[in-house]
């Protein structure tokens, strides 16, 4: 009788260990369901949207752009180290902002500045990127920062 509770307990090791390997080679062989690509992009455009809505609350916008001078430094270099300080280093990005101006009905651009860790970002060996358009209207203090609409367009990519 406690042979044949011994092969039963063999049998299920062994059974266990047969459906164990079965799920691995399955695991190993399958594709994922999204491509790589499509999942880096993914976070490329997480990273940039996430980043654009910290410096909103922030205030970033008003304080560096809008007013600009603080440090004495361009703007544009005081916008530059705190995107190089809150992206990874093998991010490179570029962005353009942009202060849109209404006026009898339509809209008109005016470029205020580039921003960009890369000296020339668009031939730069570039693996994956993700380009995304953030609006920003500025409601806060002082009255002259208030109103102002600014446009933002944000370029992220690995480098390679």
């Known amino acids: 009788m406690t042979s044949d509770g011994q092969v039963r307990i063999v049998e299920l090791l062994l059974a266990t260990i047969i459906i164990a390997i ?3 080679f399955a695991l190993f062989f399958s594709k994922p369901i999204r ?6 992009t993914s976070d490329l455009r997480r990273l940039a949207y996430n980043l654009l809505n910290n410096f909103a ?6 304080n560096v752009i ?14 530059r180290v705190l995107v190089s300080a ?3 280093p093998e991010v490179i990005y570029y962005m353009e902002i942009y202060e849109a101006k209404i006026q009898s009905g339509s809209v008109k651009l005016k ?23 953030y609006t920003y209207v500025s409601t806060g203090e002082p009255d002259k920062t208030r109103g102002v609409v600014l446009i933002i367009h944000f370029v992220l990519g690995f480098g390679g």
């Open 86 to 88: 809150s992206l990874p």
């Open 57 to 62: 609350m922030a205030g970033i916008y008003e």
């Open 111 to 133: 470029l205020m500045g580039k921003v960009f860790n890369a000296p020339d970002f668009w031939s730069a060996n570039i693996i994956e990127a993700e380009s995304v358009t």
């Open 35 to 40: 491509s790589i690509y499509i999942r880096e």
């Open 22 to 24: 079965a799920v691995i």
């Open 66 to 79: 809008i007013r600009g001078n603080l440090t004495g430094r361009p703007w544009t270099e005081e916008l």
